[in-house]
T-cell receptor, first 114, second 111 residues
Framework: GAGVSQSPSNKVTEKGKDVELRCDPISGHTALYWYRQSLGQGLEFLIYFQGNSAPDKSGLPSDRFSAERTGGSVSTLTIQRTQQEDSAVYLC????????????FGQGTRLTVV | DAKTTQPNSMESNEEEPVHLPCNHSTISGTDYIHWYRQLPSQGPEYVIHGLTSNVNNRMASLAIAEDRKSSTLILHRATLRDAAVYYCILRLPRSADGLTFGKGTHLIIQP
């Protein structure tokens, strides 16, 4: 079966432009996470969606970052007025709900702001 | 929140066993211990998890201390493909939780 799919795989954008990153989770997975990973660094949690509950946005670094999840499936992470420090790999993960389930990660979107 | 502590890096030789430690002294009774790894230029992948008993799967073994304040991921026979960053994280047994990753251990495998 298909895993977590992210698009685009690479994105180069000019400083100040808006970008949208897409995540297609595994079908039936109600939990979805976005992370950011700068070069040589660990994973930085950004936002978490769980079913129809209000998302946990506690990791979003500024109000330029937003995310939505339509129909409990596809999610879009939007970065407005991009800055050079936004350059990173953005990773999406999904998992089923349950007492304890593993998370599946996509390959990520490498964002470069020039 | 319960936190984990791991060495920044470890080195091992190919075809030898590797023991990756993780300290989680503030773990609560219901926290699961999870391990993920991230190969170069890839997203993290699940390795193994456990609660109290030691666990084995096709990838690795997880040894959990009796007091649960530490655990060890065991790769029985390391290959070059096992070179990765290994993350030890704690997960709560309810659905409304986030996955919080630390910096992990960078495992280097020498041929």
């Amino acid at each position: 079966g298909a895993g977590v799919s992210q698009s685009p795989s690479n994105k180069v954008t000019e400083k100040g432009k808006d970008v949208e990153l897409r995540c297609d989770p595994i079908s039936g997975h109600t939990a979805l996470y976005w992370y950011r990973q700068s070069l040589g660094q660990g994973l930085e949690f950004l936002i978490y969606f769980q079913g129809n509950s209000a998302p946990d946005k506690s990791g979003l670094p500024s109000d330029r970052f937003s995310a939505e999840r339509t129909g409990g499936s596809v999610s879009t992470l939007t970065i407005q007025r991009t800055q050079q420090e936004d350059s990173a790999v953005y990773l999406c993960a999904s998992r089923q709900t349950g007492v304890d389930t593993e998370a599946f990660f996509g390959q990520g979107t490498r964002l470069t702001v020039v | 929140d319960a936190k984990t502590t791991q060495p920044n890096s470890m080195e091992s030789n190919e075809e030898e066993p590797v023991h990756l430690p993780c300290n989680h002294s503030t773990i609560s009774g219901t926290d699961y211990i999870h391990w993920y790894r991230q190969l170069p230029s890839q997203g993290p992948e699940y390795v193994i998890h456990g609660l109290t008993s030691n666990v084995n799967n096709r990838m690795a073994s997880l040894a959990i201390a009796e007091d649960r304040k530490s655990s060890t991921l065991i790769l029985h026979r390391a290959t070059l493909r096992d070179a990765a960053v290994y993350y030890c994280i704690l997960r709560l047994p309810r659905s409304a939780d986030g996955l919080t990753f630390g910096k992990g251990t960078h495992l280097i495998i020498q041929p």
